[in-house]
Structure formats: structure tokens, C-alpha cells
């Protein structure tokens, strides 16, 4: 009979060791899934513009003197911030306006369809704790603006309007807390 109780006691000290492993395996795992969680809600730092000031003839124009002098400008302003990705549609114009700043980041571009702005969002949904840079026109700047915060209502920039750079801090997970600041660098 001492020899049961003896061994009842051993399973029991098993089962209560077993236990604690357990409830320390369950904390470590919840831990690292808050953690994962935590990182996902990094907010992404985005610089939006529209492409700088193009040339007035042909489909898909160059851009003229004063916007390639812009399009350094821009690599200035904004060569100390780290950016990690350069978004792009592929016309000549987005493309020559961030090529300066793509290059001293050393970037290749993604190219984006600006009739599909849904798939840039999840995108950008994906680079939480970067910077990103991403070049538009003038009737795709407010379509990516308002995409990001729950369809506002910014409306599409003038045919004239240039120069005109966003500095957003979106949140993936709740745009809601998300927040904008409008540059005029004329």
C-alpha cells in the first residue's frame, strides 16, 4: 500500500511539473503572437506626389526643365530619411520625378497600376515600420489619399497643380488613427 501511495504522489508531482511546462509553453506562445500582432500595426511612413511639372506634347511626356529641377530638389529634401521602397506607375513623368531619390537610396521601382489602387494599399500594408515613396497624377494622389483613410473625399489635384507632397503616417490596421500633412514645396 506505501508503494502506491509513494508512486501516486510521484505521478501527481509529474502531472503538477507537466502543468507549469504548460502554462509557461502557453505564455511564451502568447507573448510571441502579441509580439507578431505588434509588429503588423507598425504604422507605414508614405511621401505622396504627383509626378513634377512635364513637357506639353506627346502621350507620355518627359518632364520639362522645371520639373527635372524639382525632381532633384526632392532627392535633397528628403535624402536623409531612409526610404526602403519607391512606388511608381509607368509613365516616363512618375518615374523621372523620384529617379534622383530612388537612386541615392539605391531603389528599383515596383511598378503600380493606378486602376487598381486597392492592390497598392495592401501593398503598403505590408511595410509596416518603413518608408515608402510613391509618385501619382494629378487624378490618382487623392484616389491613393483617400484609399488610405477609409475613402475621404480629397479631391483630384488641378491639371496645374504641382509640387504639392504628403506626408502620411498610415496605420494598416486602423486608418482610422492615420494622419496626413500636406507640403507645398513651390
Do not use: C, W
Request: aromatic fraction near 8%.
Amino acid at each position: 500500500m506505501l508503494y502506491f501511495q509513494r508512486l501516486k504522489s510521484k505521478i501527481l508531482l509529474t502531472i503538477r511539473i507537466d502543468m507549469k511546462k504548460l502554462i509557461y509553453l502557453v505564455l511564451l506562445l502568447t507573448l510571441f503572437s502579441s509580439l507578431a500582432v505588434f509588429a503588423q500595426q507598425k504604422p507605414v511612413t508614405i511621401i505622396l506626389l504627383r509626378h513634377a511639372e512635364k513637357l506639353p506634347d506627346g502621350k507620355d511626356p518627359e518632364l520639362s526643365p522645371k520639373g527635372l529641377e524639382f525632381a532633384q530638389r526632392l532627392a535633397k529634401i528628403f535624402a536623409e530619411n531612409k526610404v526602403n521602397a519607391a512606388y511608381t506607375t509607368h509613365y516616363k513623368r512618375t518615374m523621372e520625378t523620384i529617379t534622383p531619390l530612388a537612386a541615392l537610396s539605391r531603389l528599383k521601382f515596383i511598378i503600380y497600376d493606378p486602376a487598381k489602387i486597392d492592390q497598392l494599399v495592401k501593398m503598403l500594408g505590408t511595410r509596416g515600420g518603413q518608408t515608402v515613396l510613391i509618385a501619382g497624377h494629378s487624378n490618382t494622389v487623392n484616389t491613393i489619399h483617400n484609399a488610405l483613410f477609409n475613402n475621404t473625399k480629397m479631391q483630384p489635384l488641378g491639371e496645374d497643380e504641382y509640387r504639392k507632397v504628403f506626408i502620411i503616417t498610415y496605420y494598416p490596421g486602423d486608418p482610422s488613427k492615420s494622419t496626413s500633412l500636406k507640403l507645398d514645396l513651390n
